[in-house]
């Protein structure tokens, strides 16, 4: 009878008992800071859109908008043991990315006196079908702070953290400064890294310490009036628009993306905003590049008006120029080096932004 993998290799096995008693909290409680969701939670609603507004948008994005893309958890401990323990919306598998992103949580550390958060662990249910996620990191009792990212493709009906029943457990320090937000397609919600630090809105929110909304709806950011105006509430430190892959039509695209940004930008006259087309160019040249003289000229007739809080990014130049075609699971969807290369290429441009702030 074949042996399964994690027998063979123990490297692959999933530590579930950490063989002590710990003591578990839930999640939200005032010692945790719920980061990255409109919408603080409250029983099974981790929701990143306000749920008095559900109503507004079509049953799609309803369903999306309880997938915790961009939603984390943060708090401070001297615990040597951090477990976690929680319950998922579904156990739906996806066939082209890893169920450490679809459905897992990773840990991140940032020891005292660091300016930088670091990865440690990633937790994730055991098999196909399963919504239960259980595991712990074990290490030394140092005081650190604690950043676990949610699932990028499934939604948490419950969380609870646990430390050993003598730790130290303290909430951390607000996060001050405004949010980037970012508003786009199924690339922009995190398909398909592989665990969901990893994106590349958390990439570039982690390198310059910032928080950071994820708006990101797979299939189904069209560029409603109805997101535009509850988008507009933000005051965001860098808005990036990047819907360009879900506009289904290029008429659609041309009929919305112009408005969408004026009702930001009336709202926010000062706000920077980067628009980001396509990474994926050659899955159809012709329509992408009309795709991009839509967005380029919702840029161009801002700058004519005098606008100088816009920026442009052509999504051809986000995977990079070499080995290209290793940026994607799907020829469409990043892998962890295409969120990666995305990020890079957008560095300069975040730099450039937070330098005139």
């Not at 399963?130 to 969380?159: D, H, K, M, Q």
């Not at 995190?190 to 570039?204: D, F």
């Amino acid at each position: 009878m074949p042996q399964s993998l994690s027998q063979l290799d123990k490297n692959f096995q999933i530590a579930q008992d950490a063989g002590q008693d710990l003591r578990y909290q839930p999640v939200p409680s005032p010692i945790f800071q719920v980061d990255g969701i409109l919408h603080q939670p409250v029983s099974d609603a981790f929701c990143r859109l306000p749920l008095e507004k559900l109503e507004l948008f079509s049953q799609e994005l309803q369903q999306l908008a309880f997938h915790t893309s961009g939603a984390k958890v943060r708090f401070c401990t001297d615990s040597p043991i951090i477990a976690l323990r929680a319950t998922l919306y579904n156990g739906d598998d996806m066939p082209h990315m890893p169920r450490t992103g679809s459905s897992g949580f990773d840990l991140y550390v940032r020891e005292e006196h660091s300016s930088g958060y670091q990865y440690r662990k990633s937790f994730m249910p055991q098999t196909s079908g399963e919504t239960l996620v259980e595991g712990f990191w074990e290490t030394t009792g140092a005081p650190r702070e604690i950043l676990i990212n949610l699932p990028l493709y499934n939604g948490v009906r419950s969380l609870e953290i646990g430390v050993v029943p003598t730790a130290v457990l303290l909430a951390p320090k607000p996060i001050e400064k405004k949010p980037f937000v970012f508003y786009g397609s199924s690339i922009t919600q995190g398909g398909c890294a592989s665990r969901p630090g990893n994106s590349y809105s958390a990439i570039l929110s982690r390198w310059f310490d910032y928080d950071f909304y994820n708006f990101g709806f797979s299939g189904n950011a069209k560029g409603e009036p109805a997101m535009a105006k509850l988008l507009a509430e933000f005051d965001a430190s860098i808005f990036f628009l990047d819907y360009d892959h879900n506009a289904p039509t290029v008429e659609h695209l041309q009929k919305t993306h112009e408005p969408f940004f004026k009702v930001l930008r009336d709202a926010h006259p000062q706000m920077p905003v980067v628009f980001i087309t396509k990474p994926d160019f050659e899955n159809n040249p012709a329509e992408n590049a009309q795709r991009r003289a839509i967005v380029y000229a919702t840029y161009q007739n801002a700058l004519a008006a005098g606008d100088k809080r816009v920026w442009f990014v052509d999504g051809a130049t986000l995977f990079g120029k070499q080995d290209r075609d290793a940026c994607t699971v799907d020829g469409c969807h990043p892998n962890d080096l295409g969120f990666y290369r995305m990020a890079q290429t957008l560095r300069p441009v975040v730099e450039e932004i937070l330098s005139q702030n």
